[in-house]
């Protein structure tokens, strides 16, 4: 059978484990494992423009042996003329697995529903689970480990990174907080189904309002731009509404002392964070911009090893 990584929750506490550990395994051997050898290739889609996810799967594949296809949809029929899951018939018969960076998660889920090779969500509109991946490999660099710690989320609540962040963080064993505004709260649905994660992992889900609160004794402190592509009308709007949630040094002193910063970048300096926090010394954002490339290695090895078996 084959398996997709579509959002956070595809992979089990054990599962997510094992692919932690493979990342980290890789990490210290980078070019210890083929399994894209031949040259396979593995197509890598963009409808939103990249930096770390184009450059992360292109350089990974080709550390794993293979060839990266980078594919526009501006340049393509994919998102005009041929669906998604045409697409996906297409181009299983071509290539060994697809990864798609869009919008909509509904045009993954069509993908994957009609093909026989991997799809992976490289990012979309409702999770960002390859970044979750990273993150995760990073705070267990810097921490040993992920069950049990607290990590608090300040700024969009409706952001992919804090939706991911709900699975991910649950299905580690994680207490994961939100602080967000009142009109800008995480999905319900996300939220409840982070909930009944952590009730199997000890993890646990609290979404604030008080960003102080939020962040009191926390072990992970971690935001994300306030103006996502394709937002930028609202910039204005979100910056009165999500300035009282930029981690500043005062919001960092509320964490735990030895508590650490991250960020998926590209960061907006002066608005969600300021320099003195990213460019400071709990401030983690160089490692987990690496692991990137580590974490979607393993990924890749995992399903590519999953589906061979």
């Not at 394709?230 to 949630?245: C, I, N, P, Q, T």
């Not at 987990?288 to 999953?306: D, F, I, P, S, Y």
Request: aromatic residues 6%; negative net charge; hydrophobic residues 45%.
């Amino acid at each position: 059978m084959t398996r997709h990584f579509l959002r956070d929750d595809d992979l089990t506490q054990a599962e997510q484990t094992a692919i932690l550990d493979l990342a980290e395994q890789i990490k210290a051997d980078r070019w210890g494992r083929k399994p894209l050898a031949g040259p396979q290739t593995v197509a890598v889609i963009f409808d939103k423009s990249s930096t770390r996810t184009r450059v992360s799967f292109a350089v990974g594949i080709a550390d794993l042996g293979g060839q990266p296809l980078i594919i526009s949809t501006a340049n393509s029929q994919l998102g005009g003329k041929e669906s998604p899951s045409d697409t996906a018939r297409v181009l299983e018969r071509q290539v060994a697995a697809i990864v798609w960076r869009t919008y909509a998660q509904s045009g993954l889920v069509e993908m994957a529903a009609e093909t026989t090779v991997p799809v992976i969500n490289a990012l979309s509109d409702e999770f960002h689970p390859c970044q979750l991946l990273a993150d995760l490999l990073t705070i267990r660099e810097h921490k040993g480990t992920l069950a049990g710690l607290t990590v608090t989320f300040l700024g969009d609540g409706a952001d992919n990174m804090v939706h991911s962040y709900l699975l991910a963080g649950a299905t580690a064993g994680m207490h994961v907080r939100v602080a967000c505004p009142a009109d800008y709260m995480p999905d319900e649905r996300v939220v409840a189904d982070a909930d009944a994660i952590a009730v199997q992992t000890g993890g646990s889900i609290t979404i604030y309002t008080d960003p102080l609160e939020a962040v009191a004794g926390a072990d992970v402190v971690v935001t994300d731009t306030w103006v996502s592509m394709g937002k930028e009308e609202e910039k204005a709007a979100r910056v009165a509404s999500l300035s009282s949630y930029k981690v500043d040094a005062d919001m960092m002193a509320l964490a735990k002392p030895d508590a650490i910063f991250l960020h998926c970048l590209p960061a907006d300096r002066g608005y969600e964070v300021t320099s003195e926090v990213i460019d400071g010394p709990q401030s983690v954002i160089w490692d987990e911009a690496e692991n990137r490339l580590h974490a979607q290695k393993a990924l890749m090895v995992w399903l590519l090893e999953h589906q061979a078996g």
